[in-house]
């Protein structure tokens, strides 16, 4: 299987997606959306990886290339391949299928809780998810559930935390993928986020918390293994 991985600024990689691919046995191929393109032809099957990044959905002025990488996602969508939209690539898929994109009340970097909702536990990518687990966040916007969709997570911070569209569409605003090399990679390159507010952990306490990788990676690993049956 063929996966496009979505990647919006140097420093932020596939992490533990490009793990789980390998011992698929699956393609991995990259995409730097920042360079404008080309975009590829989808074939059917083919799954998407749409990553975080530090820009916001709404700033197509500063960063032309959201509209082409807006397009492609409509695309893929329709095309019925599995698509995994992570933080900025979760926000930009509710845009794309209808939600909205707003400032969350409160910055949220750092091992916080994730609950899943009620609905959330029915839906089959789901299912067999705890209903409560520690993930790793990095954000400020949140985005809205899109028509249609299943609003499958949420937090104390942040009352929309993942949603299902489908069985093949997921946008996490949290981070499974995470390794302790992201987490070091996202400190040294947005560590200007880390001010001050209810939930913003410093970098000492973000490195502390590598020891929930382990549970955020089988997590993840089951996610991607329902999303491809």
């Known amino acids: 299987m063929r996966w496009y991985c979505l990647q919006h600024v140097p420093f932020e990689g596939p992490a533990y997606l490009g793990d789980w691919t390998r011992r698929q046995g699956h393609e991995l191929v990259p995409i730097d959306v920042w360079t404008g393109g080309p975009w590829p032809n989808l074939r059917a099957g083919d799954g998407v990886f749409v990553l975080g990044g530090p820009m916001n959905v709404y700033e197509e002025d500063r960063y032309p290339w959201l509209k082409a990488e807006k397009r492609f996602l409509a695309d893929a969508i329709a095309a019925g391949g599995p698509v995994l939209g992570i ?36 839906a089959p990518v789901f299912r067999g998810f705890p209903p409560r687990f520690i993930a790793f966040h990095w954000h400020g916007d949140r985005f809205s559930t899109p028509p249609g969709a299943v609003h499958a997570g949420q937090s104390e911070a942040c009352d929309q935390q993942a949603f299902v569209f489908g069985d093949r569409v997921v946008g996490l605003q949290f981070h499974l993928e995470s390794t302790s090399e992201s987490i070091r990679s996202l400190i040294e390159n947005c560590g200007d986020e880390i001010t001050r507010g209810p939930y913003l952990q410093e970098a000492a306490a973000m490195h502390e918390g590598v020891h929930y990788l382990a549970t955020c990676h089988a997590l993840l690993e089951q996610l991607l293994d329902r999303m491809t049956e």
Do not use: D
């Not at 900025?88 to 299928?97: I, N």
């Not at 994109?101 to 949220?108: A, D």
């Not at 091992?111 to 959330?120: D, H, L, Q, Y």
């Open 87 to 122: 933080c900025l690539g979760a926000q930009l898929l509710s845009l794309v299928l209808g939600g909205s994109v707003t400032r969350n009340r409160w910055p949220e970097i750092g091992w916080f809780p994730v609950e899943i909702t009620a609905a959330g536990r029915e």
